[in-house]
């Protein structure tokens, strides 16, 4: 079964500090999101990309955020310079479309995220 | 307020019982729904799209009322392996909004 991987499982960096977290949707997906989960909190929406542009962004998605799609298989979130607030994990989704029925997201295992 | 709102839990039943969950959200244009399982430390899974006329899998039962904009999540014979955090998830403009989750533990 297609499934959505990220790399990598962990990631710890100092403050200040920029990180890259990598992911690879389901290879005939089209839409691609960032979520960000904190320890003990809910999935919070960042961002959704569609045909080579951010579609969607949240609040929490600033100017120290950005996503790219390199090539055509992976999809990127960077973090310029990382804050204590930004240690969370950060899940990966894609899915088929925005139409009934192709909306479903699939998640990534996560990259866990710790900011010292 | 908040888009999404689910009841935390936790839950502790026995085996074999049966639970429900409910949820409920602020945007009356909302325009998809699902019940998503997430398991400590991993990555939500989804367990079923929710869909006006009610859907069964198995053992599970969603409904949506669209009118009170709340959704259900009702699990019959309850196994060991039903222990996780259920997540309600709704869809408003594009955007996955999700409920902090309801804790279900099944206890032997």
């Known amino acids: 079964e297609p499934e959505v991987t990220q790399t990598p499982s962990h990631q710890v960096t100092q403050m200040g500090q920029e990180v890259i977290l990598r992911c690879v949707p389901i290879s005939n997906h089209l839409y691609f999101y960032w979520y960000r989960q904190i320890l003990g909190q809910k999935v919070e929406f960042l961002v959704s990309f569609y045909n080579n542009e951010i579609s969607e962004k949240s609040e929490i998605f600033d100017d120290q955020f950005s996503v790219e799609r390199p090539d055509g298989s992976n999809f990127t979130l960077k973090i310029r310079s990382t804050k204590l607030e930004d240690s969370a994990m950060y899940f990966c989704a894609s899915s088929e479309g925005k139409a009934e029925g192709e909306e479903t997201q699939y998640f990534g295992p996560g990259t866990r995220l710790l900011v010292l | ?108």
């Open chain 2, 1 to 108: 307020r908040k888009e999404v709102e689910q009841d935390p839990g936790p839950f502790n039943v026995p085996e074999g019982a049966t639970v429900a969950f409910n949820c409920t959200y602020s945007n009356s244009a909302s325009q998809s729904f699902f019940w998503y399982r997430q398991d400590c430390r991993k990555e939500p899974k989804l367990l079923m799209s929710v869909y006006s006329s009610g859907n069964e899998d198995g053992r599970f039962t969603a409904q949506l009322n669209r009118a009170s904009q709340y959704i259900s999540l009702l699990i019959r014979d309850s196994k060991l392996s039903d222990s996780a955090t259920y997540l309600c998830v709704v869809n408003t403009g594009n955007q996955f909004y999700f409920g902090t989750g309801t804790s279900l533990t099944v206890i032997p």
